[in-house]
């Protein structure tokens, strides 16, 4: 159980911080992270991390389908997480 913390924090940080350097290539015009890629991130368990990235840097807030998609992808996490602790290690 302690891992699977330490992966939950670990993916939330790195999702947070991407869609930082994101914000910060798209300011400067450099290559970007595909938003296919933003969404890996949140969908593999770093939801929260970008749902707060995208509100602290203010990057990706006016794209519909990152207010649906993220916020999605942060009930999944916590079904996904559940059913992997209740099914597969609380057996």
């Known amino acids: ?4 913390y330490i992966y939950i924090g670990i993916i939330n940080m790195l999702t947070f911080l991407i869609f930082g350097i994101d914000k910060y290539k798209a300011k400067k015009n450099y290559s ?3 938003e296919k890629g933003l969404f890996l ?3 593999i368990g770093g939801g929260i991390g970008g749902f707060i990235g995208m ?3 203010r990057h990706k ?3 519909w389908y990152f ?5 999605i992808s942060i009930v ?3 079904y996904g997480w559940y059913y992997i602790y209740k099914v597969l290690i609380n057996n």
Do not use: A, E, H
């Not at 159980?1 to 699977?4: E, G, Q």
């Not at 207010?67 to 916020?71: A, G, I, M, T, Y």
């Open 41 to 43: 991130l949140c969908f």
């Open 67 to 71: 207010n649906l998609l993220v916020p």
């Open 1 to 4: 159980m302690k891992y699977i």
């Open 55 to 57: 509100y602290t840097f």
């Open 32 to 34: 970007r992270v595909s």
């Open 76 to 78: 999944v996490g916590v």
């Open 61 to 63: 807030t006016r794209k």
